[in-house]
């Protein structure tokens, strides 16, 4: 993640982006040094070290990898240098607003070393981004990276052409235009992050004791699919606001492991031990909302935002993601 600072803010951003953000950019040096340490880990696309997989190989994120455009390029170049296999960059189009401008960039990643592009499109982002800019990147997109271009989720892309959309589009105008399909039932999305506090009216919700049994889906622990942040933070798979350790010196988080002692909420989440997570909060004073919750996450981040207003938990990083959820 090249840093948290997003042209958009969606409501469904599992890291809570937006144009708020302090920049805080990566640092170059940070890159080298944290992408050497990562070279040899990242494994290829099952069908080849130039091609693309949604969990493997390499992608650059945010935030929004774009507003920072050169040092796209420079993330690039050293995964390229390192030999990095299926890299890729995520985007919401903002960028493209014309042929020429969008051809030329894509075209440099492509000459720089990358492999191939994820392009975002679901109703969320088309309340930020012109439709006819993701029309536009898909376009040039193929022309660039040949099949190397994932559309995420492809049914939406191909739904807003259907109804003809070619500007933003407000929620409540979406949901008036696909009157028979409820929103709940079309989106494939994480109740997560700021989705856990934005979309309370499109889900049911349900009593904490629901969740307690529930494992995490995709596990917290895993081995494909997690995130490197501009801070330093280990973000596991889709955990917004959760830091294993500092990724900057990964070859020493590997060797000496984490110690839960003095990261408890870790502890609680890696023996996926949500009972004891909520009885931990009960002690520093947490009551159960009243109103439910929409899933485990909802659950877990409204424990983890009561807690980090009792005490600085260092496994509870970047702070800002819980100031920026709403
Ligand atoms: S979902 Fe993507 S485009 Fe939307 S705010 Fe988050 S990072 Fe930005
Ligand atoms: S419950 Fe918490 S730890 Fe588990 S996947 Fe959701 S946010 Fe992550």
């Known amino acids: 993640m090249l840093s948290y600072k997003c042209s958009a803010a969606c409501r469904h951003c599992m890291y809570a982006c937006s144009p708020k953000w302090q920049g805080d950019w990566i640092s170059e040096n940070d890159l080298e040094g944290g992408l050497s340490q990562l070279a040899g880990r990242i494994e290829p696309s099952p069908w080849g070290v130039q091609t693309i997989s949604l969990n493997h190989g390499l992608h650059f994120t945010g935030g929004e990898p774009f507003l920072n455009f050169e040092l796209l390029v420079r993330a690039v170049e050293i995964a390229d240098e390192l030999e990095i296999p299926s890299t890729f960059v995520e985007t919401n189009c903002f960028w493209c607003r014309n042929d020429e401008v969008t051809r030329e960039k894509l075209t440099l990643l492509k000459e720089k070393g990358l492999d191939g592009i994820l392009i975002s499109v679901n109703p969320f ?137 003095e990261r408890p909420i870790l502890g609680f989440l890696i023996a996926r031990d949500m009972r004891g997570l909520l009885h931990f909060a009960k002690d520093f004073g947490y009551q159960e909302s009243p109103t439910g919750y929409l899933s485990k996450c909802d659950l877990c981040l409204d424990l983890r935002e009561h807690l980090l207003t009792r005490v600085d938990f260092q496994e509870l990083n970047p702070k800002e993601f819980y100031a920026r959820l709403g």
């Open 125 to 261: 982002h088309a309340e930020y981004v012109p439709f006819e800019r993701t029309e536009r990147c898909v376009r040039l997109s193929v022309e660039v990276f040949g099949q190397n271009v994932m559309v995420y989720q492809v049914a939406y892309y191909h739904r807003f052409r259907q109804l003809g959309i070619k500007k933003r589009v407000p929620l409540q105008d979406y949901i008036e235009l696909t009157v028979n399909e409820p929103l709940a039932k079309q989106v494939e999305l994480f109740l997560m992050g700021r989705a856990a506090r934005q979309l309370r009216e499109f889900y049911p919700t349900y009593p904490a004791r629901t969740f307690l049994e529930e494992p995490c889906r995709p596990p917290f622990l895993r081995n494909w699919h997690n995130h490197f942040d501009n801070y330093g933070n280990l973000v596991p798979g889709y955990c917004g606001g959760i830091s294993l350790g500092n990724w900057h010196d990964l070859d020493r988080l590997m060797r000496e492991g984490i110690d839960l002692e």
